[in-house]
């Protein structure tokens, strides 16, 4: 155990985000959740048993924090546990106190007392569920529990080391997302990936590859959007040498390239008919012939394509062939947008951040409050695109070892920038998810990020106080 790693469990994005830049500024190595789910599994991995102090939200989407303090506690782990509630559930706190919590602290949070809290949970470590929550016994042997593997994409990276190209992330829609991906990856079916532009599409396609049979065989990607017209034969199938004028040498196209692999067409939608036309052949028979070849060469690939267009409206308007369409769409996978991926988001940026860090030779620690909730009031039409460039251009501007709004706003478009409605206690917590509400006519998506919370935790809060439309 380390008594310099914390574990949030919080799903208030922007207040769990300006709670680990603040602990970090005082030295603590802070990893955040917003599920009970992800705690478990968290605490249960080989990271589990490094974290030194648990500070977690009563009210969560999944469950409450009594049941991850019961859950530590039946496991034998006597981990610091400090309950954080509003002021209007101090019975609820009374009960964490029973259960063996180290502390509790009343929101909104005052963050020297917060601090002091931590460091008394420290200095006395944890307590047992068996003993009154003033004595401070003696650490047991940590126990652990066995639960499926985090993704290594979503691993963080430490010290030199190159940090992950990208991450799967927890929120529902990225639960939907990759189970979907789980279910057709081994299959031979043709996959279409539908989504705005931004929103990690490739990093999808290449991960039904790596879970294929077919993960030993090449990948090859083709942007169909930038293939010009008059190219497109060759680039797919191949020319011979002589062909034309400037083939001075064979070319495989892609289909080859593919060979035993997974062919990739992003941008499908952009296709000339007249090419839709070549490729339906290709993708009927797996054969190709080279543009100038009298020899058809045989291929064996798994074809994924994506777009960002409405490819069902383009059958429709006679612009995209409609067999092509349903050859090419056995399995679709709708990609969420980076709006609609709830806690999500700061895991991206938090990603972004350290990439930037290595590729730039930075050494930025994080962002500081304003800057906070700057990432969770902006709509981000951009995806993560644009997360990644604001991010970058960010490390690359700031002057001191966080960043701010400042370092933000020049790369931020006014048309994504929200009016943020933190949420803080429960005092004002109905009125300011009407207020969320009305201001956004009722969409729900939008509205919780206005609040700055994913949507699941806003529905919770909509039962919560029975708030009717």
């Known amino acids: 155990m380390n008594d310099n790693h914390i574990l949030i469990v919080e799903d208030d994005l922007t207040f769990a985000m300006m709670l680990r830049t603040w602990l970090a500024k005082k030295g603590f190595h802070v990893d955040t959740v917003s599920r009970v789910s992800d705690a478990v599994k968290l605490l249960s991995g080989d990271d589990g048993g490094t974290v030194g102090l648990v500070l977690s939200d009563m009210r969560l989407p999944d469950r409450d924090g009594i049941f991850l303090l019961q859950w530590l506690r039946k496991c034998n782990r006597a981990v610091p546990f400090i309950m954080m509630t509003s002021y209007a559930e101090v019975q609820n706190a009374v009960l964490a106190m029973k ?19 931590i460091n008394d949970a420290l200095a006395g470590g944890g307590c047992d569920v068996a003993v009154a929550a003033h004595e401070r016994p003696v650490m047991p042997k940590q126990g652990k529990t066995v639960v499926p593997a985090e993704d290594t994409d979503s691993s963080a990276s430490s010290g030199s080391a190159a940090p992950p190209r990208y991450l799967r992330g927890t929120s529902e829609a990225a639960r939907q997302l990759y189970g979907y991906v789980d279910l057709v990856a081994p299959t031979p079916m043709s996959v279409l ?51 034309f004028t400037g083939a001075v040498a064979d070319k495989r196209g892609a289909f080859v390239e593919a060979d035993g692999g997974t062919l ?23 054969r190709v012939r080279p543009v100038g070849s009298a020899r058809e060469v045989e291929v064996d690939f798994r074809l994924v394509c ?32 980076l709006k609609d991926r709830g806690a999500d ?18 050494d930025i620690v994080g962002f500081d409050a304003k800057a906070s909730e700057m990432i969770a009031s902006y709509s981000w039409p951009g995806n993560l695109r644009e997360l990644k460039n604001v991010v970058k251009r960010a490390v690359l501007l700031a002057r001191s070892g966080y960043i701010t709004a400042a370092d933000l706003a020049p790369s931020l478009s006014p048309a994504g920038i929200l009016h943020i409605l933190p949420l803080r206690d429960d005092g004002d917590e109905k009125s300011r998810i009407v207020a969320a509400l009305r201001s956004t006519g009722g969409n729900k998506s939008r509205a919780a990020q206005l609040l700055g919370i994913d949507r699941k935790t806003l529905y919770n809060k909509i039962e919560k106080y029975g708030i009717t439309q």
Do not use: W
Not at 99 to 117: E, N, W
Not at 345 to 362: G, I, K, S, V
């Open 345 to 362: 988001l700061f895991l991206f940026a938090d990603l972004f951040l350290r990439q930037a860090n290595h590729e730039l030779d930075r």
């Open 193 to 243: 990936i539908l989504g705005a532009s931004g929103t990690g599409k490739e990093y999808v396609a290449r991960s039904i590859h790596v879970q294929s049979r077919r993960a030993g065989r090449p990948f090859v990607a083709m942007d169909c959007g930038a293939i010009p017209r008059d190219v497109a034969a060759s680039e797919f199938f191949g020319h011979v040498k002589g062909a």
């Open 99 to 117: 259960s063996g919590a180290s502390d509790y602290i009343a929101k909104p949070v005052q963050p020297d007392v917060l601090l002091q809290k």
């Open 306 to 337: 994506a777009t960002n267009e409405n490819l069902a409206e383009a059958v429709a308007r006679g612009t995209f062939r409609e067999d092509l369409y349903h050859r090419i769409n056995e399995f679709s996978i709708v990609m969420p947008e």
């Open 264 to 286: 990739f067409l992003d941008e499908v939608g952009n296709l000339s008919y007249d090419v839709q036309v070549q490729l339906l052949r290709a993708i009927q028979e797996h």
